[in-house]
């Protein structure tokens, strides 16, 4: 069965920090670049940033850039999300996908709350 399960979403106060996680089961994660989205109330979802299946190219959204990080660690099926210098507009549920090869694999999200 496919898993992907984000964890580590939360309140934190402008300026903080978070790291996401996203463990995935049930598919050759190896394989799959992996991206992180985010949906915000009443907004679309919308990329945050990706990384290639071996990690070797990560990209980000201009909005994020400089301020979250995107690594993997093959090994552990996990791909994180560092977040640093938090603002509120990063308030939203954030959601990891894994695609390959035609398939498309969601998690359930985790909510981001930045508020002082």
């Known amino acids: 069965q496919v898993q992907l399960v984000e964890s580590g979403g939360g309140l934190v106060q402008p300026g903080g920090s978070l790291r996401l996680s996203c463990a995935a089961s049930?598919?050759?994660?190896?394989?799959?670049?992996m991206r992180w989205y985010r949906q915000a109330p009443g907004k679309e979802r919308e990329l945050v940033g990706g990384?290639?299946?071996?990690?070797?190219?990560?990209n980000y959204a201009d909005s994020v850039k400089g301020r979250f990080t995107i690594s993997r660690d093959n090994a552990k099926n996990t791909v994180y999300l560092q977040m640093n210098s938090l603002k509120p507009e990063d308030t939203a549920v954030y959601y990891c996908?894994?695609?390959?090869?035609?398939?498309?694999?969601w998690g359930q999200g985790t909510q981001v709350s930045v508020s002082s």
């Open positions: 996908n894994g695609n390959y090869a035609g398939n498309d694999y």
């Open positions: 049930g598919f050759t994660f190896g394989y799959y670049t």
């Open positions: 990384i290639t299946s071996a990690g070797r190219r990560v």
